[in-house]
């Protein structure tokens, strides 16, 4: 009897033990597994994965479940990821990845079918990178989202059977021949810039009779009835064309004035201080960002933020003040929660090397002890925006203004201060 009592806790202890060991083993293979994925790449130094920190709180753009067993997201766009990734990659170890995002780096070479086709895989994004070769046929069929845009992938897209697909984009890359009707259903710009593409939702595929040829003098007939046929519809095309345009040109001049007139009346009659919304103002300073420009945020050496110009211009703003010429400043929440403030320069006029220099400058301002040290910058023609950290204590001027309420206060009597504050 006695024996039976001991023989209990110790199967359960040794079940308990069991299982804990299983978890680090799963753990530890994911740790080896992507050490040697940056490994087989170069990198900055913002990549700051090594085996002396935990993988799941600390490694930048890492997470980890909720039982901390597994890694299910890596998300490092604009990172600095250089190079080609091997067919036979470590990162197609990790069994529980649910979202692949590396977008926005560098990196080149074929893209191994061997990390798409990870059955756990649900949203892959690896736009704005240089890959090349045949678009991968074996893809998880799990997959929700898929956006190989802005690469250089050639040849025919392969049939995919992906009955969960929700988003699809391939655009701007060198694809040719007909989109397969597993996936003609997704719009227009899903597929946009591959000019050898053809097929629903873009240009219908030109097809050859498989006749025998003509014989050169009804060819010759066939070709000037073709091109008499041709320049009498040109003409037509043109003059109907022409005056569509002309006519559409009239009504956006008008739709233009109407809504400069109504803006401004809106403007006249909304009080001051409430001009703006917290959504226009998230908005607003993402309207001089041209598309091709919106990933090319630079960060600072030392700075842990992980996100792109995308995610800060999805974030919600609340303006903190303006100036004459710091322009305005913002304070802006990500979606990570992550809390910024956003400067932006709008009358600053000035050449790309000479700001880049003045950021130099100010960066190195930024690492005295009682400096608020700029993070990042933006910079193009039309907006340029500074990001620093969110400070909770309040701006200096309001703390000035406490100061000096009991200054006041002290110096006259007590009621001064609550008039004052």
């Known amino acids: ?114 990390i798409l086709s990870i059955p756990s895989l649900q949203y892959i994004n690896l736009q704005h990178n240089n890959f090349t070769g045949l678009v991968p046929s074996f893809i998880s069929t799990k997959l929700i ?66 006749s025998s040829s003509p014989s050169p003098s009804t060819t010759q007939n066939r070709n000037a009835t073709t091109s008499k046929k041709f320049f009498g519809v040109a003409s037509i095309l043109a003059f109907a064309i022409g005056g569509i345009a002309f006519l559409s040109l009239i009504v956006l001049v008008i739709f233009v004035c109407c809504l400069k007139k109504r803006r401004s009346k809106r403007s006249n009659d909304i009080p001051k201080g409430k001009a703006e919304t917290e959504d226009s103002i998230s908005k607003s300073f993402g309207s001089g960002v041209m598309e091709a420009e919106r990933n090319k945020l630079f960060f600072f050496e030392g700075c842990s933020y992980c996100f792109d110009l ?46 880049e220099q003045q950021m130099e400058v100010v960066g190195r301002i930024g690492r005295h002890s009682n400096v608020i040290p700029l993070r990042a910058y933006y910079y193009s023609k039309n907006e340029k925006l500074l990001v620093y950290d969110y400070m909770h204590g309040g701006s200096l001027f309001s703390s000035l203004h406490v100061f000096l309420a009991i200054y006041l206060g002290l110096r006259h009597n007590h009621n001064s201060i609550a008039i004052w504050i």
């Open 1 to 114: 009897m006695e024996f039976q009592l001991f023989i209990v806790p110790f199967l359960l202890l040794t079940f308990i033990s069991s299982l804990l060991n299983l978890t680090l083993a799963d753990l530890n293979s994911d740790r080896k597994a992507l050490l040697e994925f940056s490994s087989t790449l170069q990198h900055t130094s913002r990549l700051n994965w090594n085996n002396s920190t935990p993988i799941c709180t600390s490694w930048i753009g890492i997470t980890c479940n909720q039982n901390e067993t597994n890694v299910i997201s890596i998300h490092l766009p604009g990172i600095g990821l250089k190079g080609t990734v091997p067919n036979n990659s470590s990162l197609r170890k990790l069994d529980s990845l649910k979202i692949l995002s590396l977008h926005s780096n560098e990196l080149s070479g074929n893209l191994p079918s061997s």
């Open 145 to 210: 989202a898929l956006d190989l845009s802005f690469n250089s992938f050639f040849g025919a897209i392969p049939v995919f059977n992906l009955s969960r697909l929700k988003y699809l984009n391939l655009s701007y890359n060198n694809l040719n021949g007909s989109i397969p009707f597993s996936i003609n259903q997704f719009p227009y710009t899903s597929f946009v810039g591959n000019s050898l593409l053809c097929g629903k939702p873009l240009n219908h595929c030109s097809t050859i009779s498989p």
């Open 310 to 355: 995308e995610d800060l211009l999805k974030a919600s703003a609340e303006v903190l003040g303006k100036g004459s010429y710091g322009g305005t400043t913002y304070r802006a929440t990500l979606e990570e929660g992550i809390t910024v403030v956003v400067k932006r320069l709008r009358e600053v006029v000035v050449g790309m090397k000479e700001f």
